[in-house]
């Protein structure tokens, strides 16, 4: 029987390729995405998706409430997505959104008996999010094993977070080896009811130099494509 292992699941290109990941170390993987009150809930569509796809034993979707909380343009309507970088943490940063994601997936991983949890950060084509750090991912490992059943009885409990060091291009390709279909898969921070992405956003930046430096058609559906 495979170990079994939680995976966060977004439906962005990131942690399909992460779920791809888990499933070749063979894994039963068990996929978690998060309805936290987004812009949109194309993403959440797309992890269906991306979940039935790569073939997935479970994925069930949590609905938190962080949208009532506000604080981020991804959770308050009347704060605009850029659509150019800027500098510093970006007001798409969404606050405690990994930590309380990770926390999740812990306690969902202690009931499956699960030891290890997989997310899809990343720390070098990236937002500048403080939650994407290796130090935060570190950090929260260590925390899971003082404060888990599983923790102190023994039954070390992983982090895993594949993409930390990689470029989007390297992501891009090692899922491209690994099978997945990122026309599936919605990255956008305002995609439209169908997930077409906006083109503009940091989120589409990233995803579309990360095609080109890969040498990888974009499948990306875009809203101002016609």
């Given at each position: ?27 039963a993987c068990h996929a978690l995405s ?88 990343n720390a070098v084509d990236y937002s ?80 579309r130099e990360g095609f080109r430096a ?13």
């Amino acid at each position: 029987m495979s170990a079994r292992a939680v995976v966060l699941l977004s439906g962005g290109l990131d942690s399909a390729t992460v779920l791809a990941i888990a499933r070749g170390q063979g894994y039963a993987c068990h996929a978690l995405s998060l309805d936290y009150g987004q812009r949109h809930t194309a993403e959440l569509d797309a992890a269906a998706r991306v979940a039935r796809a790569l073939g997935a034993a479970e994925h069930r979707v949590v609905r938190l409430g962080l949208g009532d909380f506000g604080g981020s343009a991804l959770t308050d309507a009347s704060i605009a997505v850029p659509e150019r970088p800027t500098s510093g943490i970006p007001v798409t940063y969404v606050p405690a959104r990994n930590t309380v994601m990770l926390a999740l997936a812990l306690a969902w991983a202690e009931v499956l008996d699960a030891r290890d949890i997989f997310i899809g950060v990343n720390a070098v084509d990236y937002s500048g999010y403080p939650d994407c750090r290796p130090e935060f991912i570190a950090a929260f490992e260590h925390m899971a094993n003082l404060a888990t059943r599983a923790g102190v009885e023994g039954a070390k409990l992983r982090i895993h977070a594949p993409l930390q060091q990689l470029s989007k291009a390297e992501i891009i390709r090692r899922g491209v080896a690994l099978g997945v279909d990122y026309a599936q898969t919605v990255s956008c921070y305002q995609a439209d009811d169908e997930g077409r992405a906006c083109g503009r956003c940091d989120a589409c930046r990233l995803r579309r130099e990360g095609f080109r430096a890969a040498g990888v058609p974009d499948p990306t559906r875009y809203a101002d494509a016609g």
